[in-house]
Nanobody, 125 residues
Framework: QVQLVESGGGLVQAGGSLRLSCAASGRTFSTYIMGWFRQAPGKEREPVTTIDRSGTSTYYADSVKGRFTISRDNAKSTVYLQMNSLKPEDTAVYYC??????????????????WGQGTQVTVSS
């Protein structure tokens, strides 16, 4: 069992930056592929990014490429999402996720076994 707790969300002006963190419980953090999803108001939840177990390979949705960066610290059992050049359309609840086998941004939600409770990111214009 893995518990994921996100933090770092908030209100920011367009063009600004935020850094989300996701702390995982348990000793098996390094065995999981980690990632972030988001859900904007009135829209379906969508994948944002994933990172492999070692932190070597990363994948991003086209909408965030070049602006967002995912990283992880296995010693701290934490995954991060650095979000730069934020846009109003980035406004959403951001969820931290963990999977045993799904790497990339094309996997269905069912492949992600563990989910955090979500953290709100609001970007004002």
């Amino acid at each position: 069992q893995v518990q994921l707790v996100e933090s770092g969300g908030g209100l920011v002006q367009a063009g600004g930056s935020l850094r989300l963190s996701c702390a995982a419980s348990g000793r098996t953090f390094s065995t999981y592929i980690m990632g972030w999803f988001r859900q904007a108001p009135g829209k379906e939840r969508e994948p944002v990014t994933t990172i492999d177990r070692s932190g070597t390979s990363t994948y991003y949705a086209d909408s965030v490429k070049g602006r967002f960066t995912i990283s992880r610290d296995n010693a701290k059992s934490t995954v991060y999402l650095q979000m730069n050049s934020l846009k109003p359309e980035d406004t959403a609840v951001y969820y931290c996720v963990a999977s045993m086998r799904c790497l990339g941004v094309g996997c269905p939600e069912e492949e992600y076994r563990y989910w955090g409770q979500g953290t709100q990111v609001t970007v004002s214009s």
